[in-house]
Nanobody, 124 residues
Framework: QVQLVESGGGLVQAGGSLRLSCAASGRTFSDYTMGWFRQAPGNEREFVAAITWTAGNTGYADSVKGRFTISRDNAKNTVYLQMNSLKPEDTAVYYC?????????????????WGQGTQVTVSS
């Protein structure tokens, strides 16, 4: 059974940084893509970043490009989201998810496994 457990959320001032972690277990992820999504109150869930597990190819939403960095540690089966220069509009629940296939353009509907989410709040 695939399990994804996020951690690292919290309250931070605008301009600050946070690093989210997603510990994955339950299968081999070498042929999977890992993604981060977020959902703010009243908004739909949106894509943030993705990384292919083996090659490490990455992709980002325009709103976070240049500020966020996604990475993975194969030995620890963990994916990270380093978030710098945070803005109040980054406030959301952040979810880790995984999809079969190695492509950063996999549509959100194909991410079959999701974590429980971690709250990120950026104060102005």
């Amino acid at each position: 059974q695939v399990q994804l457990v996020e951690s690292g959320g919290g309250l931070v001032q605008a301009g600050g940084s946070l690093r989210l972690s997603c510990a994955a277990s339950g299968r081999t992820f070498s042929d999977y893509t890992m993604g981060w999504f977020r959902q703010a109150p009243g908004n739909e869930r949106e894509f943030v970043a993705a990384i292919t597990w083996t090659a490490g190819n990455t992709g980002y939403a325009d709103s976070v490009k240049g500020r966020f960095t996604i990475s993975r540690d194969n030995a620890k089966n963990t994916v990270y989201l380093q978030m710098n220069s945070l803005k109040p509009e980054d406030t959301a629940v952040y979810y880790c998810a995984t999809a079969p296939g190695s492509s950063i353009t996999i549509p959100p509907s194909r991410y079959f496994y999701w974590g429980q989410g971690t709250q990120v709040t950026v104060s102005s």
